[in-house]
């Protein structure tokens, strides 16, 4: 069965900083991970999408990375600034239960000013 | 303007009183899903479609339903609340789930109080 883990569960750091967020997924027969940003009360939002094949996905100052062989993804966040402070969640969808996606827990990201 | 919409937004029902969230997207998206989210438990998925006619149960289905009788709707019905189901819930919808227009598109989320 598929499981997906983040860590770390919450990260604090000064306004300004380059950080790594990561994900780790127990089986490889993915279709494609996502990353999603939520804030307090909020629905989520899609923020990187890669394929199995594709080993990174950019979009502005977000890198997100996948190395499928060893279960690992992460998102590079450059320029931390403080409204990127949300929950970053990634989910796999998994190519061995047909539309089933999985979520990790999440980073709690807090950028201060 | 592309969205998916829920509704109610909140709502506090008893214990046994059936209910139907509704779930509607505007994108003439095939797959369409359910979460619900919980403290220390994170997203679950409860229940998805594939296409019309097409649902699967996803980790937690036990206590509800689905039905995808048209794209555009995926109502979750609770039969027979319980207290357990007290969650935030979402629904998420994709052009299709595996390919590269997989990006979902989530819903502002139903927060839902079962007494």
């Known amino acids: 069965k598929q499981e997906v883990t983040q860590i770390p569960a919450a990260l604090s750091v000064p306004e300004g900083e380059n950080l790594v967020l990561n994900c780790s997924f127990t089986?490889?027969?993915?279709?494609?991970l996502q990353w999603f940003r939520q804030d307090p009360g909020k629905g989520l939002t899609s923020l990187l999408l890669?394929?199995?094949?594709?080993r990174e996905q950019t979009s502005g100052r977000l890198n997100a990375s996948l190395d499928k062989s060893s279960g690992r993804s992460t998102l590079y966040i450059a320029a931390s600034q403080p409204g990127d402070s949300a929950t970053y969640l990634c989910a796999v969808t998994s190519g061995n239960q047909g539309g089933k996606l999985i979520f990790g827990q999440g980073t709690e990201l807090s950028v201060k000013p | 303007e592309a969205q998916v919409t829920q509704n109610p937004r909140y709502l506090i029902t008893v214990t046994g009183k059936k209910l139907t969230v509704t779930c509607s997207q505007n994108m003439n998206h095939e797959y369409m899903s359910w979460y619900r989210q919980d403290p220390g438990l994170g997203l679950r998925q409860i229940y998805y479609s594939m296409n019309v006619e097409v649902t699967d149960k996803g980790d937690v289905p036990e206590g509800y339903k689905v039905s995808r009788k048209e794209k555009r709707n995926f109502p979750l019905i609770l039969e027979s609340p319980s207290p357990n189901q007290t969650s935030l819930y979402f629904c998420?919808?994709?052009?299709?789930?595996?390919?590269?227009?997989?990006?979902?598109?989530f819903g502002e989320g139903s927060r839902l109080t079962v007494l």
């Open positions: 890669i394929q199995s094949s594709q």
């Open positions: 998420a919808s994709s052009l299709s789930l595996t390919g590269e227009t997989g990006e979902l598109f």
């Open positions: 089986d490889s027969a993915i279709y494609n």
